[in-house]
């Protein structure tokens, strides 16, 4: 029987992944049993975490497992990476519809039309990346490091990279828009108390 080889961070990692997977499955018991909105930016943000964390939990619990799945180690490794970023490119179009609610209703559906394109050429490139990580997998086995293996790594690493820096720079350009918003919608009314207390003042 083959003994599963794990390392120091792989069960805190686990652990932090089952955390993440048991929260986010709470509150969607939650939104269905007490009939929240569905069709909403929490509940898809909050199935999306329970699916990649979920998945994220099952690869470190048994990491070692994979070493001769190699494939399946790369599904599981690498679709939680393109779900996650679906999930905060969700978190930047609610940032959107806060942020431009008057004119929400008009471009809902061009925002919904492009999220779903980004999400489904996403997926395209993680299908192809699996395909062309098998094939070199067979042709090369990771114990026998190849150029070509090196390369399609380092392609899809930096692939990666430059998709995440990209939604960073997106989500911290929305976040700060909103708190602003949110910190000016907080201070109107101190505003007017002020000017309330000084039309009173004069009048006396």
């Known amino acids: 029987m083959k003994v599963i080889e794990t390392n120091s961070w792989t069960f805190p990692l686990s652990f932090f992944y089952f955390l993440v997977t048991f929260i986010a499955a709470f509150q969607t018991f ?86 779903v394109l980004i999400n489904v050429f996403l997926l395209l490139v993680f299908v192809a990346s699996i395909v062309e990580g098998a094939r070199v997998i067979k042709l090369q086995p990771l114990n026998k490091p190849r150029l070509e293996q090196f390369w399609f790594s380092t392609a899809r690493n930096i692939f990666n990279a430059l998709l995440f820096l990209a939604l960073s720079v997106l989500l911290s350009y929305l976040g700060i828009k909103v708190r602003n918003l949110m910190n000016n919608k907080t201070q109107l009314p101190q505003a007017s108390i002020s000017v309330n207390k000084i039309t009173v003042t004069n009048a006396v």
């Open 30 to 115: 939650c939104a269905v049993y007490y009939r929240h909105k569905i069709r909403s930016f929490h509940f898809g943000f909050v199935v999306l975490t329970l699916v990649w964390g979920l998945l994220r939990s099952v690869y470190f619990f048994f990491f070692g497992f994979w070493d001769t799945k190699l494939t399946v180690e790369m599904i599981l490794f690498w679709f939680p990476i393109y779900l996650q970023f679906t999930t905060f490119l969700l978190l930047a179009l609610f940032y959107s519809s806060v942020l431009y609610k008057a004119v929400w209703r008009k471009f809902r559906r061009k925002a919904t039309v492009a999220f």
